[in-house]
């Protein structure tokens, strides 16, 4: 039998490339979206699903193992972006952030162990950053909540692997999606000390996801972790400057290293 995949945030970017890749190598993809009944015409089956509102991670489970009768990989990629000078970001944004990036992909998980479980076997791939490797200026929360998530993993990763599931991180750099349409962004506020810094830098973030990757590169480096198997716990997709940025932090004394970054975001 097909092995059967479920992608959270399945409808578009990172997500949609996946599903589609995946499809075609002859897995039995169901992506998510929060609003599946809207969208038209996609490439493989959508199941309404909200990372923030658990009865609805419940159903869309259900959903799935009652067609197939089983759920053998679980790509947790469903996530939303947030820009702002810490100072000047509204609390709540960061929170509905966290709960999204966050508490959503930990509750997804939980609600995919039972049968994966039973099964004895299972993988779930959780697709973070390079980001959540160190904290950006002007992206500070959005680098914790993925940091958060990378910690997480390693740490659930033991807990279950005496089941025969396994979990391991993925994370990307900048792919051309979607993405900054979709963040929250601290507004640029007229006589704000921030107000010059933050509106070059909203300026180069938006330009790195214009000027990104095929999010098909993406799609290819989750198949070959599912193709492997024994998976690493870390693995880092992206321009070659942009993994050698985690091995430079590891490598160098933290003020060099913030003089590089202070010097690359020109602050």
């Not at 958060?148 to 740490?155: F, I, N």
């Not at 198997?229 to 985690?246: A, C, D, L, T, W």
């Amino acid at each position: 039998m097909s092995k059967v995949v479920l992608i959270t945030g399945g409808s578009s970017g990172i997500g949609k490339a996946v599903g589609i890749y995946l499809e075609a190598k002859g897995f039995m993809v169901y992506g998510t979206s929060r609003n599946a009944e809207h969208v038209k015409n996609h490439p493989f089956k959508l199941v309404s699903l909200d990372v923030r509102k658990p009865t609805t991670i419940a159903a869309a489970i259900a959903t799935v193992i009652k067609n197939e009768g089983q759920l053998d990989v679980l790509i947790n990629n469903a996530g939303m972006g947030i820009t702002g000078p810490i100072e000047e970001t509204d609390t709540d944004e960061m929170r509905q952030l966290f709960d999204t990036n966050f508490f959503g992909a930990i509750d997804v998980m939980k609600a995919v162990l039972p049968q994966m479980r039973a099964q004895k076997s299972g993988l779930i791939i959780n697709v973070t950053s390079i980001a959540g490797y160190m904290g950006l200026p002007f992206r500070g929360i959005y680098s914790a909540s993925k940091g958060a998530l990378e910690l997480v993993t390693e740490a659930l990763r033991m807990e279950v692997k005496q089941f025969g599931i396994q979990i391991t991180n993925v994370a990307p750099g900048d792919f051309a999606t979607n993405i900054a349409a979709g963040r929250y962004h601290a507004p640029v506020l007229k006589n704000s000390p921030y107000e010059a810094s933050y509106q070059l830098n909203l300026d180069l973030m938006n330009a790195h996801v214009d000027e990104g990757k095929d999010p098909e590169i993406m799609a290819k480096a989750i198949y070959e972790v599912m193709m492997t198997k024994q998976p690493r716990i870390h693995y880092k997709v992206g321009e070659f400057m942009q993994k050698f940025s985690i091995v430079l932090k590891r490598m160098l004394p933290d003020a060099w290293y913030e003089k590089l970054l202070m010097n690359h975001y020109k602050l």
